[in-house]
């Protein structure tokens, strides 16, 4: 199995732009979370899909973020407009049994608002 | 207060000595409890699950406190190679929640 993928590796946008993130889980995994890292914040938890389904999207900062996940192979980050404190490492994770199972990370996308 | 809190560290230690650290966790009705390990620029990787007997994996030994919500990891006979950032995450039902990590750094 590849992994979780994600894509793009790196993004540099200017302040206003669309950004979309996208990520591929592990085949047959049923859990996917959306995580953004900081050196202030940490690892936080963004939105929880389970069976395609957003079950807990409290941790979206605001409404300029959304996510999707149209079917059990791929899920969507949407950040509309894009802000320079949006710049973060985002990473998609995926696990066979929500959160009492180990989650594998994908290589993450590096975004960078200027 | 934070769900996950971990000591951040930094640890500096040298090659062959034993560290230690805790995380603790603010839900008493958290059902799940891991270590990650971060490399630098990488994405975070399981190292082991904490079970409530408590677990080894070689040199390494988490334990879990339910009384005083927190687990801790120790690291014995440490090696350069043990350098890294260390997530505790804990788990209730579908949210699994990550401390900020505590770095360790291990010199020759």
């Known amino acids: 199995d590849a992994g979780v993928i994600q894509s793009p590796r790196h993004e540099v946008t200017e302040m206003g732009q669309e950004v979309t993130l996208r990520c591929k889980p592990i085949s047959g995994h049923n859990s996917l979370f959306w995580y953004r890292q900081t050196m202030m914040r940490g690892l936080e938890l963004l939105i929880y899909?389970?069976?395609?389904?957003?079950?807990?999207d409290s941790g979206m900062p605001e409404d300029r973020f959304s996510a999707k996940m149209p079917n059990a192979s791929f899920s969507t980050l949407k950040i509309q407009p894009s802000e320079p404190r949006d710049s973060a490492v985002y990473f998609c994770?995926?696990?066979?049994?929500?959160?009492?199972?180990?989650?594998?990370f994908g290589q993450g996308t590096r975004l960078t608002v200027v | 207060r934070k769900e996950v809190e971990q000591d951040p560290g930094p640890f500096n230690v040298p090659e062959g000595a034993t560290v230690a650290f805790n995380c603790t966790y603010s839900n008493s009705a958290s059902q799940s409890f891991f270590w990650y390990r971060q490399d630098c620029r990488k994405e975070p990787k399981l190292l082991m699950s904490v079970y409530s007997s408590g677990n080894e994996d070689g040199r390494f030994t988490a334990q879990l406190n339910r009384a005083s919500q927190y687990i801790s990891l120790l690291i014995r006979d440490s090696k350069l190679s043990d350098s890294a950032t260390y997530l505790c995450?804990?788990?209730?039902?579908?949210?699994?929640?990550f401390g900020a990590g505590t770095t360790v750094t291990v010199r020759a």
């Open positions: 899909f389970n069976n395609n389904v957003p079950i807990d």
């Open positions: 995450a804990v788990g209730n039902d579908y949210k699994l929640s």
């Open positions: 994770a995926s696990s066979s049994g929500g959160a009492n199972t180990e989650a594998f």
